[in-house]
């Protein structure tokens, strides 16, 4: 065909490194609060078009003018969620092997400290870095281990009432303070600051949040927003490993 006489193998190669980078930013983006914000500067630069087109020329103007400062505006806005890509690809998939221990780990200290009563509150870091919310409380750095989430949890020291932030396989930090969700709609006595915090962290992250009640013993999740009340062991145990294998 006349059409693709000039179609080399190397434009093949070129459209699928493209296509696999604007996927990779879409997986990258979609569910943390940076979705949102490029929602935004996508309706910004439709906008524009639209002027362009149109010929407003006070709205081009302005557009025309912001726009030089618009890419440094964008790195530090994507900041967070663009230190996560480059970590992200420095580590490879060679890690995902060793994620069904961190899954066991986690689901081993839920089903104790639930079974205890003992309260806890763990963040398990997803695409969105939690590294501002741990400095409220004590860098831990030591591998997930069950036993480590019951010491924490069951003490009565400083970090007992504070949240557990948990990367890949790694506890970073203890006794950090997540914002509270200022949420009324649907809210119960049952729910307590705990949860407050859990769906708070949620709404402003991508992390998955798992409480644990000190008076009932049930176990609740929190992500994208929406809190999960009193959900059975292998729901906490599904969404544990959908964090970990994406």
Same mark, same amino acid.
């Given at each position: 065909?006349?059409?693709?006489?000039?179609?080399? &193998?190397?434009?093949?190669?070129?459209?699928?490194?493209?296509?696999?980078?604007? @996927?990779?930013?879409?997986?990258?983006?979609?569910?943390?609060?940076?979705?949102?914000?490029?929602?935004?500067?996508? /309706?910004? $630069?439709?906008?524009?078009?639209?002027?362009?087109?149109?010929?407003?020329?006070?709205?081009?103007?302005?557009?025309?003018?912001?726009?030089? &400062?618009?890419?440094? /505006?964008?790195?530090?806005?994507?900041?967070?969620?663009?230190?996560?890509?480059?970590?992200?690809?420095?580590?490879?998939?060679?890690?995902? /092997?060793?994620?069904?221990?961190?899954?066991?780990?986690?689901?081993?200290?839920?089903?104790?400290?639930? #079974?205890?009563?003992?309260? /806890?509150?763990?963040?398990?870091?997803?695409? #969105?870095?939690?590294?501002? @919310?741990?400095?409220?409380? #004590?860098?831990?750095?030591?591998?997930?281990? +069950?036993?480590?989430?019951?010491?924490?949890?069951? +003490?009565? $020291?400083?970090?007992?009432?504070?949240?557990?932030?948990?990367?890949?396989?790694?506890?970073?930090?203890? $006794?950090?303070?997540?914002?509270? +969700?200022?949420?009324?709609?649907?809210?119960?006595?049952?729910?307590?600051?705990?949860?407050?915090?859990?769906? $708070?962290?949620?709404?402003?992250?991508?992390?998955? &949040? &798992?409480?644990?009640?000190?008076?009932?013993?049930?176990?609740?999740?929190?992500?994208?927003?929406?809190?999960? +009340?009193?959900?059975?062991?292998?729901?906490?145990?599904?969404?544990?490993?959908?964090? @970990?294998?994406?």
């Amino acid at each position: 065909m006349p059409a693709l006489s000039g179609f080399r &193998v190397q434009d093949v190669v070129d459209i699928l490194i493209i296509a696999v980078l604007f @996927y990779q930013g879409y997986v990258l983006l979609i569910g943390s609060r940076a979705w949102n914000v490029l929602r935004g500067l996508l /309706a910004l $630069g439709a906008l524009w078009f639209l002027a362009a087109q149109l010929k407003l020329e006070a709205t081009k103007w302005l557009f025309d003018r912001v726009a030089p &400062v618009g890419f440094i /505006a964008i790195v530090v806005v994507f900041q967070p969620e663009l230190r996560a890509a480059l970590e992200r690809v420095g580590r490879g998939r060679l890690t995902r /092997a060793s994620h069904v221990g961190p899954v066991q780990e986690i689901m081993g200290a839920v089903r104790e400290l639930a #079974t205890q009563r003992r309260g /806890a509150l763990i963040a398990v870091e997803r695409r #969105t870095p939690l590294r501002e @919310y741990g400095e409220s409380g #004590t860098a831990i750095g030591a591998p997930v281990t +069950s036993a480590l989430l019951q010491t924490i949890f069951a +003490s009565k $020291g400083p970090l007992h009432d504070g949240g557990v932030i948990v990367r890949e396989d790694t506890v970073t930090h203890a $006794g950090a303070i997540f914002p509270l +969700s200022d949420r009324h709609e649907g809210w119960s006595v049952k729910h307590g600051t705990r949860h407050r915090a859990a769906l $708070g962290l949620s709404e402003v992250t991508d992390a998955l &949040v &798992v409480v644990v009640s000190e008076e009932r013993g049930t176990v609740s999740i929190a992500r994208g927003g929406e809190l999960v +009340s009193d959900i059975a062991p292998a729901d906490v145990l599904k969404a544990l490993r959908e964090v @970990y294998s994406e």
